[in-house]
């Protein structure tokens, strides 16, 4: 090779050199049998491998060997492998790699075969790390699941399992709990758990039902004492975390909290755990402000429904028990309530009398008087008496 040739060469390499490390995508080639001939510095920040560690190795075995769900992915079902059997080139908007230290994230890759002489001798791939936006997506649907778990649930029994299912399907985590404050034993207390069916929790699930958390105990505790949303990496390491040994045995690993309040005071705490050991996610815990306030606010009217309904009760209860008939009406006079001593004067069912208007059961020369009395109360909202005859069943006498 002429030394004008050498030098054209190795300008083209050091170009290629430059644009591959200049890439924020990260770009690796493989050989014909699939081992690593090239390796760019993003991809090494991705995937905590030098290039050199690499070079030669199977590249199947060291990133691509497992599926999102941590099952086994074969190099004959590899896509990646794929485009040198195919020579077409491939992309992918889903799929994971896996990391030196064991962690996997999300990726969107495209792959082409490398075809020289009208042969394929490898493949060059190019992918990009998608955690931030999977992450954004993830909290965004969690965020709407939330919302509209509350807009639909009529109960808080109903609501409590519903919204537990509902982070932990949309944000990837495995199990969640509701802690309540028993202000008699002044701890919290577990009341509710759902975990993903395919998940074997038992001893994690046994040790939380079974104990109560005092202020600054475990993720609970800590929560209740901060009065703020808290986050774990890995809770197996956590020497302060009571159910440390029975999340190992279950392999649960980050795990995240936040306060529920009702008129400002905490009276719960919800609690996540991942099987994956997870670095505190920023824009995740600033949501958890939004779902305190949003389950805080449904319980608080939860609350407020049931007195007004217990209140609604007795009224009516007190209201049956007195000699006097008693109805109400809505502002165009049907009735909307009348009590047993109106059926039995006017001889007739609820569904008889409900929807039914008052006027023409009322003496036809005391009618005006009273229609003027009531029209001027709906305008004024003043309370007025007023004297009048009603037609009884019985013999169709007013009295």
Same mark, same amino acid.
């Given at each position: ?22 890439l ?32 030669g ?24 492998l ?6 077409t ?7 994971v790699?896996?990391r ?10 495209t792959s ?56 932990? +399907? ?5 199990? /969640? ?9 002044? @701890? =919290? %207390?577990?009341? !509710? ?10 001893e ?9 958390f ?54 719960g ?19 958890? +402000? ?5 389950? /805080? ?9 049931? @007195? =007004? %309904?217990?209140? !609604?009760?007795?009224?009516r ?81 007013y009295?």
């Amino acid at each position: 090779m002429s030394k004008q040739a050498e030098e054209k060469l190795r300008r083209q390499s050091d170009f290629t050199d430059a644009l591959t490390n200049s890439l924020g995508d990260g770009v690796y080639a493989l050989d014909r049998e699939g081992l690593v001939t090239f390796m760019n510095p993003a991809a090494e920040r991705m995937l905590g491998w030098k290039e050199a560690e690499l070079l030669g190795k199977n590249m199947h075995d060291c990133v691509h060997f497992q599926r999102a769900d941590g099952t086994r992915l074969t190099a004959s079902g590899c896509p990646l492998l794929e485009v040198m059997e195919s020579s077409t080139t491939i992309s992918n908007e889903d799929d994971v790699f896996t990391r030196r230290d064991g962690t996997r994230f999300p990726v969107t890759y495209t792959s082409s075969p490398i075809i020289t002489d009208g042969q394929v001798v490898g493949a060059v791939l190019a992918f990009r790390d998608t955690t931030e936006r999977k992450r954004a997506e993830r909290n965004l649907s969690a965020q709407y699941a939330v919302a509209r778990t509350l807009s639909e649930a009529a109960t808080l029994d109903e609501v409590t399992p519903r919204i537990l299912q509902a982070i932990c +399907e949309n944000l990837g985590w495995e199990l /969640g709990a509701l802690w309540i404050l028993d202000r008699q034993a002044d @701890a =919290l %207390r577990c009341v !509710e758990i759902w975990h993903v069916p395919t998940v074997e929790v038992t001893e994690f699930k046994d040790l939380s039902r079974n104990r109560l958390f005092d202020r600054d105990m475990g993720l609970p505790g800590r929560v209740w004492q901060s009065g703020a949303p808290s986050w774990i990496t890995d809770i197996t390491t956590n020497k302060d975390f009571p159910r440390a040994a029975a999340a190992a045995k279950n392999d649960l690993h980050a795990g995240f909290g936040f306060p529920i309040r009702i008129e400002g005071e905490i009276t719960g705490v919800m609690e996540f755990y991942s099987r994956q050991v997870q670095p505190p996610d920023t824009s995740l815990l600033n949501m958890l +402000e939004t779902f305190s306030s949003q389950i /805080g606010q449904f319980i608080e009217r939860k609350v407020a429904e049931e @007195a =007004l %309904r217990k209140s !609604e009760e007795q009224y009516r209860l007190m209201i049956e028990a007195i000699p006097p008939q008693v109805w109400t009406a809505r502002t165009d006079g049907e009735l909307d309530y009348v009590n047993r001593r109106v059926l039995d004067y006017f001889g007739r069912t609820m569904e008889e009398m409900l929807g039914a208007g008052w006027q023409h059961v009322v003496h036809p020369d005391d009618l005006p008087s009273v229609v003027e009395r009531w029209t001027k109360a709906l305008r004024t909202g003043e309370t007025y008496q007023v004297e009048f005859r009603l037609r009884r069943a019985a013999d169709e006498s007013y009295r």
